[in-house]
């Protein structure tokens, strides 16, 4: 159950990440339709973080409370890489890279540490996950002009 509480600590640290990300970079589009795209993920992302932080509770673990070290740096290395050229494309880009990596790396912790309790909680998150790759794929597009 410990290396299963730990799993799910990495998977939520990676959804704290994702909704400091969002932050950052949707902060810094003016208000309108791909802004409150980014940000229904982002809630999504939050939401994601709640189911986890109580199942881990509810396991007796003690869940992260934030993204840590690596958030912090994968949050200013957004800034710092939209500071530059903060085009849609591209902030729409990373944000798309960001979700389908993280999402790969959930999957193979999920894969090969989770119960089959714990796997279908997260698979649910996964389901989302996926669909905010195929938003992101869609919001590309728009921005692209295709």
Known sequence: ??????????ILKGEY??????D?????LPVGGLRKSLSSIQEDHER???VL?????????????SAGMAGSMAEWMSRVKTMVKADEQDIIRQLYDGEDQGLAKAVQYAERYL??????????????????LKTLEGL?????GE
Request: proline share 2%; no cysteine; charged share 25%.
């Open 1 to 10: 159950m410990e290396q299963e509480i730990d799993v799910l600590n990495k």
């Open 17 to 22: 990440m994702a909704i400091g990300v969002y």
């Open 24 to 28: 950052s970079l949707a902060n810094s």
């Open 48 to 50: 994601h973080a709640q």
């Open 53 to 65: 932080t109580r199942f881990i509770k509810q396991k007796g673990g003690e869940p992260v409370t």
């Open 115 to 132: 119960g089959t309790e714990a796997r279908a909680l997260v698979e649910q998150i996964f389901s989302d996950e996926h669909d905010h």
């Open 140 to 144: 590309l597009q728009e921005a692209a």
